[in-house]
Each structure stands twice: as C-alpha cells, then as structure tokens.
C-alpha cells in the first residue's frame, strides 16, 4: 500500500516536473531566438562602411579624371584616409562578443536541460 502510494506521489511529481522543464524550454528557444537576431543587428558595427570605400574610389577615380584636364579637386577629409587600416570600436566588439557568449550559453544550458529531461522520461 506505502509502495503504491510513493509510485503514484513519484509519477505525479516527475510529471509536474516536466510541465515545468517544458514551459523552461519553451522560454529558452525563445530567448535564443531574440539573442541570435540581435547580434544580427549590431554586427555592421564592427565592419568598415562599404558605402565609404565605393564613394572612396569614386572619388579618386573623379579626382584622376579631374587632375588630366588640369583640375585639381581635393578630395573630402572623411573619405581621404578611408585607405588606412579599420578599428572597429572597442565598445562594438565587447557587445558583441557579450551577444555571443549569452547565446552560446543559452544553447548549452538549453541542450544539458533537454538532455536531462529526457532521460527523466526515461525509467
């Protein structure tokens, strides 16, 4: 009689367990979710403008035109040192690397607790 009782009390409690590991995993793949698009979203930050580098060589090539007919046209300060070597900002990589970190761990927690309730649905 104590046996049948603890096998039901056992089954009712690992059942309620894993409503709950359900909704946790719902919520999770949700959130990795949201955490893989924002990246997405500040990820031009670390890479040079390619709209700079076009109207970079635009305006050399005008500016070569130009020096043939004996004109000399200076080319705009923002684009003249557009040839030296990009940084991206320190403040973009850090937030990225942050993004992706969260992520990562996101997808690991998620897959360990997956894996566990599934061996728990397992006797």
């Given amino acids: 009689m104590y046996l049948e009782r603890a096998d039901e009390e056992d ?3 690992a059942d ?3 409503g ?3 909704g946790v995993l719902v919520f999770t793949s949700l959130f990795s979710a949201a955490a893989a698009a924002l990246p997405a979203m500040s990820i031009p930050d670390i890479r ?3 709209q700079d580098t076009i109207a970079f060589y ?3 090539m005008y500016q070569l035109l130009s020096h043939n007919n004996g004109i000399n046209i200076p080319i705009p300060p923002r684009l003249s040192n557009l040839s030296s070597s990009f940084t991206p900002p ?4 850090w937030a990225n690397g942050l993004w992706f970190l969260s992520l990562v761990t996101i997808l690991i927690s998620e897959l360990q607790l997956g ?3 599934s061996q728990g649905d397992h006797p």
């Fill in 115 to 117: 894996a566990s309730v």
């Fill in 48 to 50: 040079p403008n390619s």
């Fill in 11 to 13: 089954k009712n409690m």
């Fill in 90 to 93: 320190t403040s973009a990589v």
């Fill in 58 to 60: 635009v305006v050399n």
């Fill in 16 to 18: 309620s367990w894993k």
């Fill in 20 to 22: 709950d590991t359900d």
